[in-house]
């Protein structure tokens, strides 16, 4: 009896052996496969599709009994979480910079050089500082102009004023050399109506002298 039954339970076990080898490795394929889908969603910047399916190989029963794996898709998990950390930081970091580029150089300082997205962060700061100098040499370039025109409106107002100046003190030496012509007029009409008085009394006084002469000279 029990010469037949030890081959039946050999058989058994042998069959138990055969299907558990191949639950396993299936279970351990399905985890592989997870690995490497994973991955792949990680290449195309899907993290969090990558980190989903890396959640799910962690709960197969070969990673959680025997640990198959298990370190492997801790760093993958790992990894994945930083790098949606870092993408969220750049493309963070170009939407700031959009509005204020001294705010979006410092988001995407804040990438750690070992990132994936630390190259790109970095041509991305490069480009956002060329911006900067580029706004600051405009500004500077506008203020230039302000004072160009400014000095510009400076020498036409004092060439203006110049002008001004010029003709006023030409009115001015004007209505002076009038005011002189006229005195001088005045003085030599003035003059000239004294002589003809002093020619008038002296006339008379001769007329005068001449008439006492002759009533002289009649006596």
């Given at each position: 009896m029990i010469n037949k039954i030890v081959p039946w339970a050999i058989a058994g076990i042998a069959l138990v052996?055969?299907?558990a080898t191949i639950y396993s490795f299936m279970a351990y394929r399905d985890v592989v496969n997870k690995i490497v889908a994973s991955e792949e969603f990680s290449d195309l910047e899907d993290y969090g599709q990558a980190i989903t399916i890396?959640?799910?190989?962690?709960?197969?029963?070969?990673?959680?009994?025997?640990?198959?794996?298990?370190?492997?898709?801790?760093?993958?998990?790992?990894?994945?979480?930083?790098?949606?950390?870092?993408?969220?930081?750049?493309?963070?970091?170009?939407?700031?910079?959009?509005?204020?580029?001294?705010d979006g150089i410092n988001k995407l300082s804040e990438i750690a050089q070992g990132s994936r997205y630390f190259d790109q962060s970095q041509i991305k700061i490069g480009e956002f500082r060329i911006q900067l100098l580029e706004l600051e040499l405009d500004s500077a370039?506008?203020?230039i102009k302000k004072t160009e025109e400014e000095i510009k409106r400076l020498l036409i107002s004092?060439?203006?004023?110049?002008?001004?100046?010029?003709?006023?003190?030409?009115?001015?030496?004007?209505?002076?050399?009038?005011?002189?012509?006229?005195?001088?007029?005045?003085?030599?009409?003035?003059a000239a109506k004294r002589l003809a008085q002093q020619q008038a009394a002296y006339q008379e006084r001769v007329a005068q002298e001449e008439a006492a002469a002759k009533e002289l000279a009649q006596q």
């Amino acid at each position: 009896m029990i010469n037949k039954i030890v081959p039946w339970a050999i058989a058994g076990i042998a069959l138990v052996c055969c299907v558990a080898t191949i639950y396993s490795f299936m279970a351990y394929r399905d985890v592989v496969n997870k690995i490497v889908a994973s991955e792949e969603f990680s290449d195309l910047e899907d993290y969090g599709q990558a980190i989903t399916i890396l959640e799910s190989a962690m709960t197969s029963w070969i990673v959680q009994s025997f640990g198959v794996k298990r370190e492997t898709l801790e760093n993958l998990s790992t990894a994945a979480a930083t790098r949606e950390l870092d993408k969220r930081h750049f493309e963070d970091g170009i939407d700031v910079g959009s509005n204020d580029l001294l705010d979006g150089i410092n988001k995407l300082s804040e990438i750690a050089q070992g990132s994936r997205y630390f190259d790109q962060s970095q041509i991305k700061i490069g480009e956002f500082r060329i911006q900067l100098l580029e706004l600051e040499l405009d500004s500077a370039d506008e203020k230039i102009k302000k004072t160009e025109e400014e000095i510009k409106r400076l020498l036409i107002s004092n060439k203006s004023l110049e002008t001004t100046l010029n003709q006023e003190t030409e009115s001015k030496l004007a209505a002076e050399s009038s005011a002189s012509m006229a005195n001088q007029r005045a003085d030599d009409e003035a003059a000239a109506k004294r002589l003809a008085q002093q020619q008038a009394a002296y006339q008379e006084r001769v007329a005068q002298e001449e008439a006492a002469a002759k009533e002289l000279a009649q006596q």
